[in-house]
């Protein structure tokens, strides 16, 4: 953790554990965002923030705040809390979600291999790999290869077909005896929404919409499958970008497909959305909260030492604040975080669109966490 953050953070030891802070009135609550948001702005030299807290039992709506501009045009208008920027990885949550939607209603076996379901792949390891594997990346499968990489920069806006990511899987096939230990892949993902693709009419796309997007009126989020994403605001990723170039719009599009994530991510959506999906998630408007247990469930053999893992879509932490939930995300000019404190009952999620070290020098949840540290000390309750 960055040195100015430490004095904040380590203040969690003495900070009350709070049930009140549902109880803030509204202008605490948008003062805090707002200072943290100048906070972070002063160390990291992005052109925009966007911070939004959602706490159900104060407010059916997000609390959001924003700070900066859409782009680091100084004449470019001032970000606001609908602006989309890309989600990254966050999205693997919406198909964690749909997966155990499936599962609670008995239409997709987790422990069931999924070749059953994609059975001319002519991979041999999707008889062994199951959904759960997918959901925990505990799958064995490695991330992109060069040969894919290369493909997405020499052939930046073409649109992948299934055969580019199992063509990744074939070169390098996954072996059997790496099954069940911990390995990050948005490739697990991607294989995950080809089994959720082919279960339905309209694909996971369209299941998602009408089973969280519409019904949670999370009208700012959006999939990424073209470069021209509406409402979406430019994004940077420094001159060390794998694309030879600063800026990742041109002309209001995007200078590459990001529809190459797919179930790695796939979405474009605000911080406000992001906040009220971490809610819904945890809160069981996503999912059966009867599967919550199974979802956040510490893998075997693991060491009772160990406080922080992945569970089945979230990453699960327990640390000073208490135990959190959450996912960050990370695409090329776009970083996300989104978090759920049990403690506090309530979620906050974070957007700016840079992300390049030499401006983002901090981690979005160090600075959520001391959004939660600020509002326990201002809002009183029991240690």
């Excluded at 998602?208 to 499958?225: A, H, K, M, R, W």
């Excluded at 600063?246 to 605000?270: C, H, K, R, V």
Aim: aromatic fraction near 8%; include cysteine.
């Amino acid at each position: 953790m960055v040195v100015v953050l430490c004095g904040i953070v380590a203040a969690c030891e003495a900070a009350p554990h709070s049930q009140g802070i549902a109880a803030c009135s509204d202008s605490t609550l948008q003062s805090a965002l707002e200072t943290v948001l100048r906070d972070v702005a002063a160390r990291n030299h992005v052109p925009g923030i966007s911070l939004a807290l959602h706490a159900p039992a104060h407010s059916a709506a997000p609390v959001a705040a924003t700070y900066g501009r859409i782009s680091d045009d100084s004449l470019a208008r001032p970000l606001q809390s609908n602006d989309r920027m890309l989600a990254g990885s966050v999205g693997k949550t919406f198909f964690s979600a749909l997966a155990l939607r499936r599962f609670s209603a008995g239409e997709l076996a987790l422990d069931q291999p999924v070749e059953r379901t994609l059975p001319d792949s002519g991979i041999r390891s999707l008889a062994w790999i199951t959904p759960r594997m997918l959901l925990s990346h505990t799958s064995g499968i490695g991330e992109y290869d060069e040969a894919f990489m290369m493909s997405l920069i020499n052939q930046r806006s073409r649109a992948r077909r299934r055969d580019d990511w199992l063509d990744v899987l074939r070169r390098n096939p996954p072996a059997q005896h790496d099954s069940g230990v911990f390995r990050y892949s948005d490739l697990n993902y991607v294989l995950l929404a080809m089994v959720l693709d082919d279960a339905r009419v309209g694909g996971a796309y369209a299941a998602i919409d009408s089973l969280f997007l519409g019904p949670l009126q999370l009208n700012e989020t959006v999939p990424s499958v073209t470069p021209d994403v509406p409402g979406l605001v430019a994004g940077y990723d420094g001159a060390r970008s794998m694309f030879g170039r600063d800026a990742m719009m041109q002309n209001d599009t995007l200078i590459y497909n990001p529809q190459f994530e797919w179930g790695g991510g796939g979405f474009a959506s605000s911080a406000s959305d992001l906040a009220r999906w971490m809610t819904a998630v945890r809160t069981g408007s996503a999912f059966p909260d009867s599967l919550w247990s199974m979802v956040v469930a510490r893998p075997p053999l693991l060491a009772d030492s160990v406080r922080s893992w992945r569970g089945l879509g979230v990453h699960v932490d327990s640390g000073s604040l208490g135990t959190t939930f959450g996912h960050s995300g990370y695409m090329p000019g776009y970083v996300s975080w989104m978090r759920w404190y049990e403690d506090d009952r309530l979620s906050i999620a974070m957007q700016i669109n840079a992300s390049d070290s030499e401006r983002l020098i901090d981690d979005g949840f160090d600075w959520m966490d001391s959004l939660v540290v600020r509002l326990r000390l201002r809002c009183g309750g029991q240690p």
